[in-house]
């Protein structure tokens, strides 16, 4: 799926960073601290000496390329006397055709040994694989550069292969290590139970196609920190202990979406029969057309109402994607 705007962003929080657009006063002292050898030797597209005049171009565009949704290069900030401080940058590219995004980061020389770098950059590629339309997210790093190697194993990212590439502090093609992860990488595998001796164990969940008066499908992004975050899927959730499909729902809607269905408006439909790395997963989808109270997204994910022919678009999990042409189909 390709969304027809960028989506609007806010800046990133972590235990002792923000994650923000560059500004216009940053320039003076971006340009101190990349202009350090030790720092442009590593990176391959920032030359060596770094003028005055590149930090300004450089925040130029960095805004019209976030502008436009097609990358997001953010600075690193921290604070120190209750003052914040540039400590440095981390940045996506996004390459839509491919479903994936180039992670790139830098720190200032001072504040190296510290951590920042996995702290940045692993926000910056789980928030990216939640929120945007992306599948993959690459990076390489110099060959001579373990450190940076281990930034990239620590927050998931898998060495999958080397190559060549251009450093332009360096001069000329210069060998890397390169390294991708999915959304499984970053968020993890759904384990077996304890106990189960290995078998999957079965997971029952409870699915719900809500259609408005304009023939119109509810999907709701799974959001950061779930499994499959993300990913589009029809509203719902898990079982409890003798707990029928019809109150799962009734329960489920109304802690997502802030509505009241009665049993008698959820009608079933198909069901979905999926083995997943660490469970079986059954999940019967019910058509539901009348509901009391507003659609509210209660927990914070993104919602989206689709006509039928558009469904096939947008990312959903492995169980929900053989359902779709059914419902493109029925209605």
């Known amino acids: 799926m390709t969304l027809a705007t960028p989506i609007p962003f806010a800046p990133l929080a972590t235990e002792r960073l ?14 101190r601290l990349l202009n350090d050898w030790q720092v442009c030797r590593s990176l391959a597209r920032v030359p060596y000496p ?43 590219r996004l390459d839509r055709g491919r479903a994936s995004a180039s992670l790139g ?9 510290h951590g920042v770098a996995a702290e940045a950059a692993g926000r910056l590629a789980r928030w990216a694989l939640a929120n945007l339309d992306l599948d993959r997210i690459e990076a390489s790093v110099a060959a001579d550069n373990p450190a940076s190697a281990a930034v990239l194993r620590r927050i998931g ?19 890397v290590l390169r390294f991708a992860a999915t959304r499984e990488d970053l968020f993890g595998h759904p384990e077996p139970a304890p106990g189960t001796g290995g078998a999957k164990p ?6 719900c196609a809500l259609i408005d008066i304009d023939g119109r499908v509810l999907l709701t992004r799974r959001p ?51 083995a997943y790395a660490g469970f079986h997963l059954l999940m019967p989808l019910y058509l539901c057309r009348r509901w009391q109270g507003r659609v509210t997204a209660r927990e914070g994910q993104a919602m989206a109402w689709v006509p039928p022919e558009k469904l096939p678009e947008y990312r959903m999990p492995p169980a929900d994607r053989p359902l779709i042409p059914l419902l493109r189909h029925f209605l």
């Open 18 to 31: 923000t994650l923000r657009p560059l500004r216009a006063e940053d320039a003076a002292e971006l340009h």
């Open 50 to 92: 770094y003028a005055r005049e590149a930090a300004d171009g450089w925040i130029a565009s960095a805004a019209a390329e976030l502008a436009a949704g097609t990358a997001y290069h953010l600075a690193i900030t921290g604070h120190e006397a209750g003052e914040e401080m540039l400590v440095g940058g981390v940045g996506l």
């Open 105 to 113: 980061y830098w720190v200032g020389r001072r504040f190296w040994g």
């Open 157 to 175: 990212l898998r060495h999958v292969g080397e190559g060549t590439e251009e450093f332009l502090a360096l001069g000329g093609e210069h060998p």
């Open 202 to 207: 079965l997971l029952l969940v409870a699915a």
């Open 224 to 274: 950061e920190g779930k499994k499959l975050a993300g990913l589009w899927e029809f509203p719902g959730g898990k079982l409890d202990p003798g707990e029928t499909p019809e109150a799962a729902l009734i329960r489920e809607l109304k802690e997502e979406l802030g509505i009241d269905v009665a049993a008698s408006c959820l009608a079933p439909f198909a069901f979905a029969s999926h």
